[in-house]
């Protein structure tokens, strides 16, 4: 336990990271309805199918029907885009939908073996986060309420200003650590959490089959309140 919250300690220090710099790391896919890049001292854009992402690039979806979907490039192999049918060696993707607001980007590890870590800060919205299975490639999800080491291969984030934020792993393992403080609680493929503003996670609650967690978080039945963080000793 010692060791992951050391891990999550360098999570929470890195703050944002729309400051990593301006090199590509991805393509949007599918866009749909108005999904905007936000650049500093640049007016906002409409984002268009094959738009090249830039390393810490700030996303805003305004409309209930907006979608991005965005493919990031395999981080052994040099990307790879065609004329017609599209073809693209990707290590993963992530899809926003309906309104959202999101830092997307991309850091080396410091552990070699462990290649490229996906940095998402994520200020409100629904995420769909999936990587590529059997590759070392792992990901980090930063919102108002949490920061979360993700190693897996799919993960879904709903980030409701009001409510906090739903965190569920589908495939993988999560390993959370809510802002107010406390101890880092590992979520497990099949489990979801919520973070409550102010607040710690839930214990980890199974997952019920054939509902999408994104529009109906299973709330209902469980209890969801959680104990105000203790003051530094």
């Known amino acids: 336990m010692r060791a992951l919250a050391g891990f999550l300690v360098c999570i929470v220090a890195a703050g944002s990271w729309a400051a990593a710099g301006a090199e590509e790391i991805g393509k949007v896919v599918t866009v749909r309805s108005q999904v905007l890049a936000i650049e500093s001292g640049k007016p906002p854009r409409q984002l268009v199918?094959?738009?090249?992402?830039?390393?810490?690039?700030?996303?805003?979806?305004?409309?209930?029907?907006?979608?991005?979907?965005?493919?990031?490039?395999?981080?052994?192999?040099?990307?790879?885009?065609?004329?017609?049918?599209?073809s693209l060696k990707i290590d993963g993707s992530l899809v926003f939908r309906g309104k959202a607001e999101a830092v997307v980007g991309q850091r080396k590890s410091a552990d070699e073996s462990k290649g490229i870590i996906t940095t998402?800060?994520?200020?409100?919205?629904?995420?769909?986060?999936?990587?590529?299975?059997?590759?070392?490639?792992?990901?980090?999800?930063?919102?108002?309420?949490?920061?979360?080491?993700?190693?897996?291969?799919?993960?879904?984030?709903?980030?409701?200003?009001?409510?906090?934020?739903f965190l569920a792993v589908d495939e993988g393992v999560a390993v959370v650590q809510a802002v107010a403080g406390g101890d880092p609680v590992v979520v497990r493929s099949g489990q979801w959490v919520l973070v409550p503003p102010g607040g710690l996670p839930t214990q980890p609650a199974p997952l019920d089959g054939g509902v999408d967690i994104l529009d109906e978080p299973p709330l209902q039945g469980h209890d969801v309140s959680t104990e105000p963080p203790e003051p530094p000793q």
Do not use: C
């Open 49 to 86: 199918r094959l738009d090249p992402v830039a390393n810490g690039l700030r996303v805003r979806l305004t409309q209930p029907d907006s979608l991005l979907r965005v493919a990031f490039y395999d981080s052994k192999k040099p990307p790879l885009v065609r004329e017609g049918p599209q």
């Open 120 to 165: 998402i800060e994520t200020l409100w919205g629904r995420l769909l986060l999936m990587l590529r299975p059997g590759q070392n490639h792992e990901a980090e999800v930063k919102t108002p309420d949490l920061a979360s080491g993700i190693k897996g291969t799919a993960v879904r984030v709903l980030v409701d200003r009001a409510f906090g934020t």
